[in-house]
């Protein structure tokens, strides 16, 4: 489709030059229009009222099917030629085009009309020097907008300023990454003393030079001119369509990019018109059948022309032929009518049955309420309803991390106090309990600070805590001073975090709950209400966390003088700086965080020092000096922070969730039983990353290696994955297999198949971003590709949106195996678009995602039921359609191709013309359909329970040009029985009365009863489960056929329609013959009893896993439901590193007084009663630093 616009906007002369740089000024419209910027408006949509019908027709006649029907359909209106009449192809092609236009105008129709809810929304817009309510799509790049609180941003714009301290703001990306974390934005200084002065705003004429339109999410490069001085811009200045504005009363931004060129769009990528592998089969299998076509009548315009020079002479004294057609030409006009006679193997309700059985199977997707999420009241949605069976073939899952196998919510779940452990449950026998929602919480009403959402199961820290025990109230203590969170308290007692890192948010909140309660800080002090008594503590030092430390520390004074540094970090770090005396803790904190690891948690250890007045005021000094200091600063601070953070004392551990979507490892076990391989690609970081990969049971301690892929250079990566190569096949070769090969229509796309190399064991490949940039390169793809498919599990992090897709693209190239992908963010778009299959989980704020797959639901453990049950039946039901639709189609042609050698090859049909008609149209369409609507070799249940079924699917196993051949082989056996028995039998046999029976009506009805009653039974041998629906379908269309041939072999149809219904009285006269119906009975068993012989040998000498598993079904009880299993418990020594943010902490934002300065009153930002806090969803801060910015260049 693109193609065809992009050639139209050619013709138009509409080809614009590829923009490199933007220029643009801020409230100065001509300029900006004169560079013909798009406006705001987007348009999703592929046609409009004059463009539908033209667009539309290309489209459907690219197929090749609809091409050829209509060749036909052509051939059919030339008299000389026509076999049969033109409505027999007119109808069901008319239909076709009908219906699937009809499809696609509902789609767009759906486009459009989310287009223009979009584009109507209402901002404010500074024109004129006031400001103006505007609709979306009428603002312009250059113009000065105004945002309030939870609006979304309305095009990509440079902040100006904002009503917070800093100039800064708060933004939900969950339409962006779909994560919940909240996110800062900040303005330059020298725009946000414009604060909100809409005269100051008006009169600001700045001039924005930056990068032209791209995808990238994570980058931003430009310069902005003010007054003649240029000050650089990036990211952090830049607020992104798509995104929501929290927590910030207002905010100004000039408009960078618009409607199409906005990142949010861009992101979307093209849309790309995806067909099945069974599609491009049968594209083949029809060509190929259109060559067996041509060459059955060529053989038989050989034969009459054979027959003509031989015979016809004969003929043409009492049936002349007409003027000037002579034996040539009537042998070249018999090929015309034979291919019209003979098309029936491609016949077009083919195409029609195709699409109801997609559309009938998209409908069990749509209406399952096993994949309905009532939390949200989202259903599953087969957004696109051509793919269906393809669902049945995927061997590559490439799924995204944060809100899809994750909550991105962190909950305190575990801790090690002084050697005890808490967060578990034991009975009355000492066994451990599972914790369901069922079970009882701790009450906290006790304390009335506490957070109402924060949820823990163990009562035993709660009554420890509140017993006074010293070593948990200075374990809770610790977690309430050692952070950077910042709080806003709005109303008394409701408080908020702002955290750096979800986990920060966590911990804060769970010594909020257990009696610590963090109130508030200014740059000297930290005021915490511990145990319902305010204590206000000096904040001394923050020693702040960095990648290398992996620890932070603070050091404060409490209300009695006493000096005290707390610290909390990985625990391999802090065990180093232990005092001998914590040995034995060490041990059992050892013990316990092994257990955590084994539970997939996120740990950190807990520690503190009392520490000396005389030799604190000395280390200050040296502190002040050493953070003064111009060179080696950073140096100079590490060496004080290693002298001061030693002689430790352990207090515990904690234990964070990084909780998982419901079900999500049993979903990645069933899928990898089912042979299919996840790769896991995310934007996040390698510790998180690698921790839900445990979790999830991706990555497992009895895996032989887990290979970590992170140099930073070409050679050094491809050192990595040769390395690892070797290390897990040490006798493979050292280039890959690659075989090439031809495919598609007319055999044109060369292909290119890397074959997997075996392996002993299990293998995990983890592999960074900046790595995988160097591995995607064109020397280093085969070698990342081959290392990749030896493991068992690949996760990818800190990829961009554009490596995500050339993963899926390279697994496609060179694999030539179906790929999904799923992900709930705009930056999982190109990547959903790249797949075969695309899924979005729905239900989260962000809905990019959904927007551009063909399949969405709300969780994604609801991914097995799609593919285990849905995809495998969809296939396996389309398989049968197809081997079936040939069979009994080539039957009823093959027979037309024996009777020519007996009519003189001159194009007369064997049955009756409206036979020919209602075959496919009537007496065959209801059994085949609705045995490609219900079939199903097992349940749903069994189909969970043996997973191993879908394994067939990705190999191509039931349908392909193998099995195509021996269908077409059956057929041609079958239509020799159908013809030449009852040729055989009445060639000269008489009526009970002793008539002739032999005439050419009389042998028709035979015929043609012989041929329905054998495609009949075929179907129900293929049919596995039987319904009420297929029975009355099957014996229906049999008793309809009888009644439609009695009626129109009547005399009152010859009587009112005398040329249309000839055959008068024919099924009256035959029917009633006894050895009439012994010949339907011989031909069909002839036809039937091979075809039950040979299934029965094959299920005894080869079964498939379908054959066994049905075996062992009849034996067994239906199983239950999957009964909800307590985790096994695992011990590990591997854990997370740490849990902190992965950017460097802002300690020094926190001592800096300019950050705190009081605010003016104002009425509360939030609409809603809880904070994203309050629904267990931690907030993300990140690093801000507030450091004039230097002018560029004058």
Not at 5 to 32: I, M, T
Not at 344 to 357: A, D, G, H, M, R
Not at 611 to 626: G, P, S, T, V
Not at 842 to 848: D, I, K, N, R, Y
Request: charged share 20%; proline share 3%.
């Amino acid at each position: 489709m693109g193609s065809v616009e992009s050639y139209f906007g050619q013709l138009c002369g509409q080809q614009q030059k590829k923009e490199e740089e933007r220029r643009l000024r801020a409230n100065d419209r001509p300029f900006n229009l004169s560079y013909r910027y798009a406006n705001n408006a987007i348009k999703t949509s592929k046609y409009n009222v004059f463009t539908f019908l033209p667009l539309n027709l290309f489209e459907q006649f690219r197929r090749l099917a609809n091409s050829y029907f209509l060749f036909l359909f052509i051939l059919q209106l030339i008299p000389q030629i026509a076999s049969l009449s033109w409505f027999t192809t007119a109808v069901p092609l008319v239909l076709v085009l009908s219906i699937t236009a009809v499809k696609d105008a509902t789609d767009d129709i759906n486009r459009h009309k989310s287009d223009k809810q979009v584009n109507n929304r209402k901002v404010s817009v500074l024109i004129d020097g006031e400001l103006q309510s505007e609709k979306w799509m009428n603002v312009q790049v250059g113009d000065v907008i105004k945002l309030e609180n939870n609006q979304f941003v309305t095009a990509d714009l440079l902040l100006l300023s904002s009503s917070e301290p800093l100039n800064l703001v708060y933004v939900e990306t969950a339409e962006l990454d779909g994560e919940t974390n909240l996110k800062v934005k900040q303005a330059l200084t020298v725009t946000g003393k414009m604060g909100d002065n809409i005269e100051a705003l008006a009169s600001f004429t700045g001039e924005v030079r930056c990068e032209s339109p791209n995808n990238r999410l994570d980058k931003f490069k430009g310069t902005l001119a003010v007054n003649g001085q240029t000050y650089s811009l990036d990211n952090d200045k830049v607020l992104l369509r798509g995104c929501t504005l929290r927590n910030t009363e207002w905010c100004f931004g000039l408009v960078i990019f618009g409607g199409p060129d906005t990142k949010l769009m861009q992101n979307s990528g093209k849309t790309t018109f995806k067909r099945t592998s069974v599609d491009h089969l049968m594209n083949v299998l029809v060509l190929c059948i259109f060559g067996f076509l041509a060459s059955m009548c060529s053989v038989l315009t050989i034969g009459n022309v054979i027959w003509e020079v031989k015979e016809g002479s004969a003929f043409t004294v009492f049936l002349p032929r007409e003027p000037g057609v002579d034996a040539p030409l009537s042998s070249f006009l018999t090929f015309w009518s034979y291919v019209i006679v003979l098309n029936t193997v491609v016949p077009i309700s083919l195409y029609v049955s195709v699409e109801i059985i997609r559309l009938g199977n998209s409908f069990y997707i749509d209406w399952d309420r096993k994949m309905y999420y009532a939390k949200s009241d989202t259903p599953a949605q087969a957004r696109t309803t051509t793919l269906n069976e393809e669902l049945g073939q995927i061997k590559y899952i490439f799924s995204d991390k944060t809100g899809t196998l994750t909550q991105n919510i962190m909950a305190f779940n575990k801790c090690s106090i002084n050697g005890k452990n808490y967060g578990e449950l034991f009975d009355y026998s000492g066994q451990r309990m599972e914790i369901t929602e069922k079970t009882q919480r701790v009450d906290f009403s006790w304390n009335r600070l506490a957070d109402p959402k924060f949820i823990f199961h163990d009562h035993s820290l709660a009554e420890t805590i509140r017993e006074g025990n010293s070593e948990a109230q200075a374990f809770f203590r610790l977690l309430a001073l050692c952070h950077t969170v910042m709080p806003e308290e709005k109303k008394e007692g409701e408080l908020y975090y702002q955290a750096q890192s979800p986990d920060e948010g966590a911990l804060v909140t769970a010594a909020r709950n257990f009696g610590f309660v963090f109130r508030s800080r200014t740059p000297e002090t930290i005021t915490v209400v511990e145990m319902g008594q305010q204590v206000v503590y000096e904040l001394l030092a923050v020693l702040d966390f960095n990648n290398v430390r992996k620890r932070m520390s603070v050091i404060v004074r409490n209300a009695e003088g006493k000096l005290t540094l707390y610290c909390k970090g990985a625990d391999t770090i802090i065990y180093e700086r232990l005092h001998s005396s914590c040995n034995k803790l060490m041990g059992v904190t050892t013990g316990h965080l092994n257990e955590y690891a084994g539970d997939g948690l996120r740990t950190l250890v807990l520690a503190y020092k009392h520490l000396d007045e005389h030799y604190m005021k000395e280390w200050m000094q040296r502190h002040h000096e050493a953070s003064t200091a111009l060179d080696g600063r950073d140096e100079k601070l590490d060496e004080l922070y290693e002298e001061i953070e030693k002689d430790l004392l352990l207090l515990g551990a904690t234990a964070v969730e990084d909780k998982l979507q419901d079900g999500v490892p049993q979903t990645i076990e069933q899928l990898a039983k089912a042979d299919i391989k996840i790769w896991v690609l995310t934007g996040d970081k390698q510790e998180t990353a690698e921790n839900i990969g445990y979790s999830c049971n991706m990555l497992r301690e009895e895996m032989k290696d887990i290979f970590t892929v992170s140099a930073n250079t070409a050679e050094g990566v491809k050192e990595e994955l040769v390395c690892a190569r070797r290390k897990m096949c040490p006798l493979a070769a050292e280039a890959p297999t690659v075989a090439k090969a031809r495919a598609g229509l007319f055999w044109l796309e060369k292909t290119e198949t890397v074959h997997d190399d075996k392996v002993d064991g299990e293998y995990a490949l983890v592999i960074n971003g900046h790595s995988l940039a160097f591995a995607l390169e064109k020397d280093l793809e085969l070698e990342l590709l081959r290392t990749a498919c030896m493991c068992q599990t690949v996760i990818c992090c800190r990829v961009t949106p554009l490596q995500k897709a050339q993963v899926v693209e390279l697994v496609k190239k060179y694999k030539q195996a179906v790929t999904l992908a799923i992900g709930d963010g705009a930056n999982d778009v190109s990547m959903i678009k790249a797949a075969h299959i695309g899924v979005g989980i729905s239900g989260q704020e962000g809905m990019q995602a959904v927007l551009s797959s063909d399949f969405s639901f709300a969780q994604f453990r609801y991914l097995q039921r799609l593919l285990l049950v849905h995809g495998r039946w969809s296939y396996l039901r389309m398989c049968k359609f197809l081997q079936y639709f040939f069979y009994k189609n080539f039957t009823f042609t093959f027979v037309h191709f024996w009777y020519a050698f007996f009519c003189g090859f001159s194009a007369q049909t064997v049955y009756d013309e409206w036979f020919i008609t209602m075959y496919n149209l009537v007496y065959t369409a209801l059994p085949v359909l609705g045995m490609s609507l219900f079939d199903q070799d097992v349940n749903d249940r069994w189909s969970f329970q043996y997973p191993q079924l879908y394994s067939p699917g990705p190999l191509n196993i039931y349908f392909n040009k193998k099995l195509f051949v021996h269908c077409m082989m059956h057929s041609c056996y079958s239509s020799l029985i159908l013809f030449f028995i009852p040729w055989a039998a009445m060639h000269d046999t008489v009526r009970d009365d002793g008539k002739d029976i032999a005439d050419y009506q009389s042998f028709a009805l035979l015929a043609q009863t012989c041929l329905l009653v054998v495609v009949t039974i075929q179907l129900c041998l293929d049919t596995h489960y039987w319904t009420a629906v297929n029975q009355f379908f099957v014996w229906g269309s049999l008793a309809v056929y009888f009644a439609t041939t009695f009626t129109m072999f009547s005399n009152g149809m010859f009587l009112i329609f005398t040329s249309a219904f000839p055959f008068i009285g024919t099924a009256r006269n035959s029917l009633n013959q006894p050895n009439v119906w012994l010949i339907i009975l011989l031909t069909t068993l002839l036809c039937s009893l091979p075809v039950v012989a040979y299934r029965f040998t094959v299920i005894q000498l080869h079964p498939t896993v379908n054959d066994k598993v049905r075996h062992k079904l009849r034996k067994e009880a239906l199983p239950g439901p999957a009964p909800r299993r307590p985790p096994v418990r695992r011990i590990s020594t591997r854990r997370s590193g740490y849990a902190f943010s992965h950017v460097q902490g802002y300690g020094d934002l926190v001592t800096s007084r300019r950050f705190l300065r009081p605010r003016k009153n104002r009425p509360a930002l939030f609409k809603q009663t809880d904070s994203p806090l309050a629904q267990n969803q931690p907030q993300h801060y990140r690093t801000i630093t507030e450091e004039p910015e230097q002018p560029m260049c004058h």
